[in-house]
């Protein structure tokens, strides 16, 4: 069975996004949240979305230059 929806702290872990920076995403619109009680729930496919919605890394390989 698939998680619907994770705590700050599990989304944080899971995302390895900062607690604040998560709070500022949630501020803007960008991931959702739910309030359940005093829990803060944020939907998995919210999460996800915003994560594929990010640009691909580029990574360099290869020597470093001499100092």
Request: avoid cysteine; hydrophobic fraction near 45%; proline fraction near 3%.
């Amino acid at each position: 069975m698939e998680t619907l929806a994770m705590s700050v702290s599990d989304a944080v872990r899971i995302s390895g996004l900062g607690r604040t920076v998560l709070y500022e995403l949630i501020g803007a619109g960008k991931i959702e949240a739910r309030k359940a009680g005093n829990r803060t729930l944020i939907p998995t496919d919210s999460l996800r979305a915003y994560l594929a919605s990010l640009p691909a890394a580029t990574i360099r390989t290869g020597q470093r230059k001499a100092a």
